[in-house]
T-cell receptor
Framework: NAGVTQTPKFRVLKTGQSMTLLCAQD?????MYWYRQDPGMGLRLIHY???????AKGEVPDGYNVSRLKKQNFLLGLESAAPSQTSVYFCASRPPGQEKLFFGSGTQLSVL | GQNIDQPTEMTATEGAIVQINCTYQTSGFNGLFWYQQHAGEAPTFLSYNVLDGLEEKGRFSSFLSRSKGYSYLLLKELQMKDSASYLC????????????FGRGTSLIVHP
């Protein structure tokens, strides 16, 4: 039982490049979330999903897209990376009826 | 809308007690989390308060006053390993229970 796994752990991109961050959970959780964390800003919600095939925008969705084709996976895409997207990205999941979030270990992304 | 406020940084001495406050203005408030986050690591769950009052878990306690929009996290017998960021987060009702986080309080424990 690995919990919530994020890949990759580190990545450096050039401005304009694209990439996909993968979040996988093996706990059969319905709800999944993508947050970004910047110094002094706390965790801000990018997108979230309440079940397979459904996604919704969070607080800071611009420049990102997501997909939840399988219940266990939640993908975060950057179509054209910008320096403002340099951040640490955290994925989290939780089962319905329980409020506690289970976090992945994070992805540190730098966009040059 | 939501507004969550907590101090940016606090310092305390090993063995002492520290109280980290969090105030919020949230429509449709459901409950309040506290998470601990060590540098370079993911947040880990400490507590979730829905009802007014104090909940104690070992050295850590969390308090909530719904009418005042106020919570605090109390850390007793501080240890060096308690140096971390402490994140306050609130949830709203309506089904999705999306947690919204404050900016976090960086706690530095010194000998």
């Amino acid at each position: 039982n690995a919990g919530v796994t994020q890949t990759p752990k580190f990545r450096v991109l050039k401005t304009g490049q694209s990439m996909t961050l993968l979040c996988a959970q093996d706990m059969n959780h319905e709800y999944m979330y993508w947050y970004r964390q910047d110094p002094g800003m706390g965790l801000r919600l990018i997108h979230y999903s309440v079940g397979e095939g459904t996604t919704a925008k969070g607080e800071v969705p611009d420049g990102y897209n997501v997909s939840r084709l399988k219940k266990q996976n939640f993908l975060l895409g950057l179509e054209s990376a910008a320096p403002s997207q340099t951040s640490v990205y955290f994925c989290a999941s939780r089962p319905p009826g329980q409020e506690k979030l289970f976090f992945g270990s994070g992805t540190q992304l730098s966009v040059l | 809308g939501q507004n969550i406020d907590q101090p940016t940084e606090m310092t305390a001495t090993e063995g002492a007690i520290v109280q980290i406050n969090c105030t919020y203005q949230t429509s449709g408030f459901n409950g309040l989390f506290w998470y601990q986050q060590h540098a370079g690591e993911a947040p880990t769950f400490l507590s979730y308060n829905v009802l007014d009052g104090l909940e104690e878990k070992g050295r850590f306690s969390s308090f909530l006053s719904r009418s005042k929009g106020y919570s605090y996290l109390l850390l007793k017998e501080l240890q060096m390993k308690d140096s971390a960021s402490y994140l306050c987060a609130v949830t709203r009702g309506g089904g999705s229970y999306i947690p919204t986080f404050g900016r976090g309080t960086s706690l530095i424990v010194h000998p």
